[in-house]
């Protein structure tokens, strides 16, 4: 199993826990931690058996503070518009993970911090949990999708108002507005994470996949959402575990789905 520069990844009963390592720079996402993140959820992850992601960040400060700024001082157009393609790409790559991932934000989830987060699943929030996109007041605008999603998850308008004031939201305005699923004391963040991925484990990982699938497809344009969900059912009406699913309901006891 590949030992990270940036990363840590623990895994306990079957749910992959990757910590963001980054603590003296309250982890922020510089290149390094971008090409791990890569690295991890397009091939390193099939040397575990898991059938779920918490990502947390490491200390007691941050989830992700942002970018990392001098890493982006002094880009040109070229490079700016290069650099925000790839973090799009790796958190696009976590968004349709087929498996669920949740981000257990243990503090500040500032800039790239808060979009990674958004690309993740749900997320749990400690109550020292604060989210904001303050790329305006670097002169710069969100780069990683959060102009994108945080209109999905909170609305057009107070996203507008977070973007272009800047300004931090806390945990319980957080879970108003939708941001976070969950608001929980510091010391019990992962494990209400780890509650709930203990719950999703329990059920079919191919349903878990298409669920995935389809809601991601709502977004995208051209794409009809019910016909995409009919044809997934479809495809799924023909696995094992489907069948293991409704056998197990008729014989009133609980599935054992083998993720086939």
């Known amino acids: 199993m590949k030992i990270y520069e940036t990363l840590q990844v623990e895994v306990k009963d079957q749910i992959l826990i990757l910590k ?16 791990e993140l890569h690295e991890f959820f397009s091939a390193d992850y099939k ?9 947390t960040g490491s200390g007691e400060k941050a989830f992700a503070a942002g970018a990392d700024i001098k890493e982006l001082h002094g880009l040109d157009s070229l490079q700016a518009e290069h650099l925000s393609s790839k973090g ?6 976590i968004e349709e993970f087929h498996m669920p991932v949740i981000a257990a934000v243990n503090g500040f989830a500032l800039g790239g911090g808060c979009e990674l987060a958004m690309a993740c699943h749900f997320r749990v929030a400690s109550a020292k949990a604060r989210f904001g ?10 780069g990683y999708g959060g102009t994108q999603r945080l209109v999905q998850l909170i609305g057009k308008g107070k996203a507008m108002e977070l973007l272009m004031t800047g300004d931090m ?3 319980e305005e957080a879970l108003r507005l939708g941001l976070a699923n969950y608001v929980v004391e510091p010391d019990q963040l992962l494990e209400k994470a ?4 203990m719950k999703i484990i329990t059920k079919a990982p191919l349903a878990l996949k298409g669920v995935i699938h389809c809601v991601n497809g709502h ?20 696995s094992a575990d489907f069948l293991e699913g409704t056998t ?5 006891r609980k599935p054992s789905f083998k993720g086939n």
Request: aromatic share 10%; charged share 20%.
């Open 47 to 55: 040397s575990y058996q898991a059938g779920c992601v918490i990502i």
């Open 88 to 93: 799009q790409s790796i958190f696009r790559l």
């Open 133 to 142: 996109q303050p790329e305006v007041n670097l002169g710069i605008i969100p």
């Open 169 to 171: 939201v806390g945990a």
């Open 219 to 238: 977004f995208v344009p051209g794409v009809d959402g019910y016909a995409l969900e009919a044809r997934t059912f479809g495809q799924i009406a023909d």
């Open 20 to 35: 963001l390592n980054r603590p003296d720079a309250m982890n922020a996402l510089n290149a390094r931690m971008f090409d």
């Open 248 to 252: 197990a309901f008729i014989e009133k």
């Open 194 to 197: 780890y509650e709930i991925a």
